[in-house]
């Protein structure tokens, strides 16, 4: 185990209430703005204080609020990088990495390291610069270093690709996700992305309202959310209400029909199947349906469907290849939401 979080805060009416452990891999707190992620990174840094509870990093007592343990943000030696990078303005960039160096009590060591990590992260010629002459990627490159160089602990990234468009974004994921697995400890990534937990993350904590909801594998929490937020985060939109049939059957409210769904719904207050796991062919849960809308997407088409006799229903979206939509194009079509492609939600 490299770190144990079990912490309390409340702030005004909001009640944080988070516990989880993370080893040497890097989980993704996922959740909507607000939630406690940030939060959450706060007082593991030690800018914010907990009401209750414990911090330990490595068998390292951070914070424990029995004991009046509460290491300041320097003892506790915690790489965090902020959503605006918190450069600060009137230094050059080599200025700005070598504080985060100042554990190096030996100023020739430490100009070495600083030297050295300019080189790495490939902005030894932006030395002279200040942060106002910097690009996104070339400040995000610059805050990196700046962590790094001090040997934290533990990595936390507050949404640290929010500020920049989405090609740049790309780029940089590729050249973070280096810098992870050449820090080989624990990351903590704050995101509300979910494709970018998915490609940067091992294991994710769903996170709402200040608790953690769902937590397991990245794999395990896409195929299986388990509450309605989690698979709203996760990028299910086919979501409804349920009332329970019998053992294996519930009605699907709001789109009005019948769905057979994998296990008894009991403690279950919602269904949803993802767009690209409906199928257009015969099978389980088979509805014939009218086409109420088209979109097309850059290399997809999203169709909107309504079952036939489901009233004022709320539609169900199937997404596919802009192929297949093209050769099946018609105003009415059969299709199916596969048993085992249901996932089973609680609120």
Known sequence: ?????????????????????????????????????????????GIEKPDKGKIIVDGVTLFDSEKKINLTPQERRMGLMFQNYALFPNMTVFQNIKAGANR?????KRKEAVYAIMERFAIAPLCDHYPSQLSG???????????LVSNPRVLLLDEPFSALDSHLRFRLEQE????????????????HDRDEVFRMSDKIAVMNDGVVETLGTKQEVFANPQ???????????????????????????????????????EGISY?????????????????RCKVVEEIENPFS??????????GESTPLGWEMEKELWQHIRASCVEISLPCEKILMLRE
């Open 1 to 45: 185990m490299a770190l144990f979080l079990d912490i309390e805060k409340k702030l005004g009416v909001f009640q944080l209430k988070v516990k989880f452990e993370a080893a040497d891999e890097t989980m993704a707190l996922l959740g909507a703005s607000g939630c406690g992620k940030s939060m959450t990174l706060k007082c593991i840094a």
């Open 104 to 108: 190096e009590r030996d100023p020739k």
């Open 137 to 147: 990627g070339q400040q995000q490159r610059v805050a990196l270093a700046r962590i």
């Open 176 to 191: 973070v996700r280096q810098v992870i697995r050449t820090f080989g400890k624990t990351v903590l990534l704050v995101s």
């Open 227 to 265: 509450t309605k937020n989690g698979a709203i985060l996760t990028g299910c939109k086919n979501i409804s209400r349920i009332k329970m049939l019998d053992e294996n059957h519930v009605e699907a409210l709001d789109w009005g029909i019948t769905v057979k769904v994998p296990r008894r719904a």
């Open 271 to 287: 269904i949803g199947i993802r767009m690209h796991d409906v199928c257009g062919e015969k099978g389980e849960n088979a509805h």
């Open 301 to 310: 088409y999203t169709v909107m469907l309504k079952p036939e006799n489901s």
